[in-house]
């Protein structure tokens, strides 16, 4: 009976602790909405009033030195780590957490571009943040890993490491993109009217960095077990689920 409940409980707990930061998420989104919302006409009005930069005339070198990295399951360690030295305090990173037909139903395409749109007037930033992709369907493992569903960006700032190594809590904030409505100077907004300091960090398991499952070194076969707990059919799973008490009877 112990073991058929510890795999019960595996993806149970999985869920549990998924859904309330995605429902977490979703009513960070719902306050922001709000102050995204008049945002974006004050961003449109402002492009046009020039308050902010625009790219066009601000140089498309600018827009040229302002590198998109791509995330995987084996370089997100590397690129997300404080380059110290280089740029001494916080490290802002942006990330757009994209995906495809199965991983968004097809219903990222809206979002994709007016995140790409979105690095032009993100890149006449006077300190522009780093820039990264992770697009679900071709790393469905680290999307697990942390819990994100597309299409969202998410808001990073990364502590320098202190003398003795050891890193201070990096503050992870996610916006949920409306995949109908989102648009690039909503996008830009996060950074350029620094719109990421109306929504509260998250803090819970599934932190990329300071959660349990992060600081153990687990977020990764985290992002496995979860992945192919959801490839295991329903039913699939209630027979093995009979299969094992009625043995273990
Ligand atoms: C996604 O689905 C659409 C419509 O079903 C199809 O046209 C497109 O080729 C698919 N894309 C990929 C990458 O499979
Ligand atoms: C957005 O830009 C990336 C390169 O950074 C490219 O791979 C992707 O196809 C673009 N997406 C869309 C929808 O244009
Ligand atoms: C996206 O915006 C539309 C129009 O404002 C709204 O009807 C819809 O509920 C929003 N979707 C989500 C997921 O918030
Ligand atoms: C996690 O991995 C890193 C490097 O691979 C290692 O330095 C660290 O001690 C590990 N942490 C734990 C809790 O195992």
Known sequence: MRASSAILALPALASAQQIPFLDQVKGWFGQASETVSSAVTSASA??????IPNPVASGAAAVADLKVERL???NYRRILKHGAGATPGIEEWMIMVTGGNTTCFGFCERAEIAWNQSVALIAASRSPPHLA????????????????????????????PLPDQSTP??????????????????????????????????????HPFDGPLAKNNLSVPAGYAVHYFSKIPSWAFMIAVSFLSRNMM
């Open 169 to 206: 809590a990096t503050t992870v904030r996610s916006f949920a993109l409306n995949r109908t409505t989102v648009t690039s100077p909503e996008i830009a907004a996060i950074h350029l009217q620094e719109k990421y300091k109306e929504v509260q960090p998250y803090e819970g398991f599934w």
């Open 133 to 160: 992709m992770l697009d679900c369907e071709t790393d469905p493992i680290l999307c697990s890993a942390w819990a994100m569903s597309p299409p969202t960006v998410v808001h990073i700032e990364l502590p320098q």
């Open 46 to 51: 402002s492009v046009a009033s020039m308050s």
């Open 72 to 74: 995987t399951l084996d």
